[in-house]
């Protein structure tokens, strides 16, 4: 990186970190810690609930994903604005009418003290798992441009958002988001912009969008129905729904974001932006990667983006097969790109029969350097049988860094971090929240003063800051990191997001029987992920719908001095 | 407890509508852009 992107970079970070700082100065008590006095307006809760969300996972493995498996991916939030208008309606009047800090306070007033503490445990192990995969994100991008062990990267990027986490709870890391938000919104259409401008003159937006589209990477709808198929319209929706609902409803990472707002009005209204915004961010996003897949059918593509690999099979015994096979690339790369001039002359021409002749062969002649790739990636594994093989995560990182000017490099790469630093801190407020509410405060010291408190929170987020460090340096092994985040909240929201619906819902229902119900139900939803049952989104609706079937049921035979806390 | 209005359309569940609304102009559109370019 030049000069000109390294000051960018640093003199965005440094200022956002410190107006945050500055601004939740003078912070003396938990609910100023954990909720931020509960005085925000909609927008700064809006912003804050869709910051929390956008990690820098979306940001760098979004257009990677799209590259190499389409838009199909945004079908993933068609649930969401459903979901937002449920928790409009149900969830936000009883957390702030019964004004709780964390969600599953709500439990121990609804059923028992067993069923708060199993609920918020499941939490805490799914939150902090991936707020780890989240410091991650971030460390990658260090470590490719610098050059850098990823270890330390890794503590570097961990350790500046423990630092004014730790400082302001909440009130910083919603006034920082803010920023981090209106940056990423501008930094989105910029990088948008400049994909096209760096296309062939004779190539504009539309001419993009068809070689694209022709190579199936416009496929944002899919409505045939399959239960294995990860993403399609109706598992989006319906599985969306559940995993959007129980994100939001019940993660105390997002909880406690619309807790600050100063009403249930302005609560409502943030959910409500997040709701109408949210596809079309995600769209952008994915669009960005797709016409990187077009930029790259005029330009030679790396055979393999994640550079660290390249550098260890150019310096093994497998050296001269690999730069065969890089060989082989480029030459498939020269024939598939005179295919393109053709599908574009016949787009440009209206031929219907030269456009799918085109098209036929286009799709043959990716087929071939896909190919390469793989045998690619089997060489890397037969070097190292725990090389990195999956490559998604670098494909934008190298586009940014290799053709962008100077200076929206710097910008770019500091919308990664923000986007990181804004969902990790979220998380480790959220994570140091539950800690010191529902087990610190009830088990360990109940009468304690505000201060003791207030220090409590604090060494929370420091300890669950460490935590996720850990979990960070072993993010790696996990493949794509965006369906990583996904899968491993699919393993456990479906149980939590049951136990908060029964609790709304089945009215006769009581703690036992719900928390018998949570646990045999966890351990099914493990089994049918283990055994590949269905695909993840899935194991949302399955997870909800079974404990309130089973919670029900055990209600029923469970002996009425056990049912009845 | 009584509910407090939204600032614009009167009512939560007028709100409501707009965000299924736009869900489904969205979906719909997204098809059709499918359609079109593959």
């Known amino acids: 990186m030049s000069t000109i992107d390294w000051l960018v970079l640093v003199v965005t970070i440094l200022f956002i970190v410190l107006y945050g700082i500055w601004k939740s100065r003078g912070t003396k008590n938990i609910k100023g810690f954990l909720l931020a006095d509960k005085k925000l307006p909609w927008y700064h809760v809006g912003l804050s609930v869709m910051a929390t969300q956008a990690s820098a996972i979306t ?59 199993f609920t918020a445990f499941l939490f805490l192990l799914q939150r902090g798992l991936s707020t780890g995969i989240t410091i991650y994100a971030p460390a990658i991008v260090l470590s490719s441009i610098l ?12 350790g500046i958002v423990i630092l004014y986490t730790v400082y302001g709870g909440t009130k910083a890391v919603s006034h920082t ?24 003159s004779d190539i504009g937006f539309v001419e993009a969008l068809h070689i694209a589209g022709k190579m199936n990477k416009l496929n944002a709808i899919d409505t045939h129905f399959d239960w294995n198929n990860r993403y399609n319209l109706w598992s989006g929706i319906i599985g969306g729904f559940f995993l959007q609902l129980s ?45 990187v897949f077009t930029f790259y059918q005029y330009h030679q593509p790396p055979v393999f983006f994640n550079h660290y690999e390249v550098d260890r099979i150019e310096n093994s015994i497998y050296k001269n097969e690999f730069k065969k096979l890089e060989s082989d690339f480029a030459n498939a790369h020269n024939q598939k790109q005179q295919h393109v001039n053709e599908l574009v002359s016949a787009v440009n021409s ?16 990716d087929q071939q350097t896909t190919n390469i790739r793989k045998e690619v990636t089997a060489l890397m594994e037969k070097n190292d049988p725990d090389a990195d093989t999956n490559d998604t995560n670098f494909i934008f990182l190298s586009f940014v860094t290799t053709y962008l000017p100077v200076g929206l490099v710097g910008m770019l790469i500091a919308i990664i971090f923000l986007a990181s630093m804004g969902s990790t801190a ?36 420091v300890g669950w800051g460490l935590f996720c460090i850990v979990v960070a340096l072993y993010a790696g092994k996990l493949g794509n990191l965006i369906e990583a985040v996904n899968i491993l909240g699919s393993l456990f929201y479906g149980t939590i997001l049951g136990i908060f619906c029964t609790a709304f819902y089945l009215k006769k229902v009581n703690g036992t029987a719900v928390f018998y119900a949570a646990l045999i139900v966890e351990c099914f939803i493990i089994y049918a992920w283990l055994t590949e049952l269905t695909a993840f989104l899935w194991l949302n609706v399955i997870g909800c719908l079974l404990v309130m079937l089973l919670s029900f049921v055990l209600q029923k035979i469970l002996p009425k001095n056990k049912a009845v806390h | 407890m009584q509910e407090e209005k939204p600032p614009f359309f009167g009512t ?17 559109g997204l098809y059709i852009f499918t359609k079109h370019f593959s």
Not at chain 1, 60 to 77: C, I, M, N, T
Not at chain 1, 187 to 194: D, E, P, R, V
Not at chain 1, 433 to 450: G, L, P, Q
Request: net charge positive; hydrophobic share 45%.
């Open chain 1, 247 to 291: 994100y939001f409803g019940t993660d105390q990472s997002q909880v406690g974001r619309y807790l600050t707002g100063k009403s249930i009005e302005q609560s409502r209204l943030g959910l409500v932006m997040n709701g109408l915004l949210k596809i079309p961010m995600q769209f952008l996003i994915l669009l960005i990667g797709t016409l």
């Open chain 1, 177 to 200: 988001q803010l920023l981090q938000m209106s940056i990423i919104f501008a930094g989105l259409f910029l990088a948008a912009y400049m994909v096209v401008h760096l296309l062939p």
């Open chain 1, 147 to 158: 050059g850098f062990n990823i270890i330390y990267t890794t503590l570097f990027s961990g």
């Open chain 1, 426 to 461: 979220s998380g480790l407020n959220s994570l140091a929240s539950t800690t010191v509410v529902d087990f610190y405060k009830r088990m360990i010291n109940k009468h304690a003063s505000e201060h003791n408190y207030l220090s409590a929170s604090r060494w929370a987020t």
């Open chain 1, 59 to 117: 940001f760098l493995s979004g257009p990677g994903l799209a590259y190499s498996d389409g838009l199909r991916f945004v079908q993933f939030y068609f649930g969401l604005p459903l979901a937002m208008i449920v928790i409009c309606i149900t969830f936000i009047p009883i957390f702030k009418n019964l004004n709780v800090y964390t969600a599953y306070e709500y439990l121990e007033k609804r059923f028992d003290n067993k069923t708060r503490s």
């Open chain 2, 12 to 28: 939560w569940n007028n709100v409501y509508m707009l965000v299924i609304s736009v869900l489904v102009i969205l979906i719909i």
């Open chain 1, 350 to 365: 209206e031929n219907k029969s030269a456009i799918e002749d085109a098209k036929v062969k286009l799709q043959k002649a």
